[in-house]
């Protein structure tokens, strides 16, 4: 890669991250009168100051400041201790430990499930917090939250982790992370994060234990959840791993394609490193033949016959492809996927980044113009899942990568 190509990409993706991805959210979402952070901005900056708060939106934020405190400076040390004291003292369940899944505006409990996606991101941001501060609480809780998942969602019988449980940790039955996912056992999506969570994890704590349930979860990404026939993950599972619907989504597609790589690296066995390396390649050549769009970007989701079924644009989804492509040139020097990231972070920064309010529009129609909630009504700026987590994270890691 020419070395002028590289200094330009790295500039304009710092310029990014911090001349409007960080600032939208120290500006604009920290709640001052009843802590913590706005539950949701809608898509003209206006503050919806009664809206729900998520253990995904405050676990995410946590993340993301954690690493531009660790990465960038102690700028960012006041909104990240903000975001670990109000975790701590209003998501973290004081009876049952763990973390809840809903919080009313002023932090009253309004949906007290335990969701093992959203104690994964716990795990993900306190680890995090950890490497940014040293604070020994914040790595002492994130080994509580392994700790949990281990004892109350592993599945003994067939492997891999149920989806959610109830407050004291006994069986669900809806146990869905979303109305529109399916109310089944086992997803892609809950293993891909507790696998993410688990290797941040183990950068600052090496337990046998630990290395052994990674090592467990990775083989299972591999052989169970990752097809390497169609070059797609399977979604949804009952408990037996039998799969339950054929729909391909291109977004997990290639975020899982860097994050097993990942995964293996830190865990360190070759052989499954290599193992991870070539089926990352076959996940981003899928996206590439079938998810890429003629301007850049990626469409969101298909059926098993290749027609769309979700054309739009979805912010994160095109974050997650500027890594993924750009980590699957790393393994196999094809320049298409070089110029394939190149191309879609030329396609963020003409039509996903807002220029007018700043942070990132939510979803685009297939023409690439930004939606409106009268369209789409997860649009928005801030919200229980648009966070600052996959757009920081991409910066994050291309800068890392660019640099080398």
Request: aromatic share 12%; hydrophobic share 40%; with cysteine.
């Amino acid at each position: 890669m020419n070395d002028n190509v590289n200094e330009m990409w790295s500039a304009r993706i710092r310029n990014e991250l911090v001349g409007n991805i960080l600032p939208f959210w120290t500006n604009r979402a920290v709640d001052r009168n009843n802590g913590g952070f706005y539950g949701k901005i809608d898509w003209d900056l206006a503050v919806v100051r009664k809206e729900p708060r998520s253990a995904v939106l405050n676990t995410r934020i946590l993340w993301t400041f954690a690493a531009a405190s660790r990465l960038l400076g102690a700028d960012y040390l006041d909104v990240t201790n903000r975001a670990f004291d109000y975790i701590m003292n209003k998501f973290r369940d004081p009876e049952h430990d763990g973390l809840f899944w809903m919080l009313d505006y002023q932090g009253k409990v309004i949906s007290s499930r335990k969701q093992i996606y959203a104690q994964a991101f716990g795990i993900y941001a306190f680890s995090e917090y950890y490497r940014a501060t040293g604070n020994q609480a914040s790595l002492e809780f994130a080994q509580r939250l392994f700790q949990l998942i281990e004892k109350h969602s592993r599945s003994a019988a067939f492997g891999g982790y149920l989806e959610a449980c109830r407050r004291d940790w006994t069986t669900l039955d809806d146990m869905r992370l979303s109305e529109k996912d399916i109310n089944c056992p086992k997803s892609m999506n809950t293993h891909l994060h507790i696998m993410e969570a688990y290797t941040n994890l183990l950068r600052v704590w090496r337990d046998p234990v630990l290395v052994t349930k990674q090592t467990e979860l990775l083989r299972i990404s591999m052989d169970r959840i990752i097809n390497p026939k169609t070059g797609h993950l399977k979604l949804f599972f009952d408990e037996r791993w039998n799969q339950l619907s054929e729909d391909v989504s291109f977004g997990h597609d290639i975020e899982a394609s860097w994050l097993i790589v990942e995964a293996a690296e830190v865990l360190g066995d070759v052989a499954l490193l290599n193992r991870a390396r070539e089926l990352a390649v076959v996940l981003a050549r899928s996206v590439y033949e079938q998810g890429l769009d003629t301007d850049g970007s990626i469409f969101y989701e298909a059926n098993s016959r290749g027609v769309l079924i979700d054309s739009k644009k979805h912010w994160w989804a095109q974050a997650e492809a500027v890594v993924g492509f750009f980590n699957a040139f790393q393994i196999s020097q094809d320049s298409r996927f070089l110029a394939a990231s190149l191309h879609v972070w030329d396609y963020i920064e003409a039509k996903v980044v807002d220029r007018e309010h700043g942070e990132w529009h939510a979803k685009l129609s297939p023409e690439g113009i930004p939606l409106l909630p009268t369209e789409d009504t997860d649009v928005c700026l801030a919200g229980p899942w648009k966070c600052p987590y996959h757009n920081s994270r991409s910066c994050f890691e291309m800068l890392n990568r660019l640099c080398v």
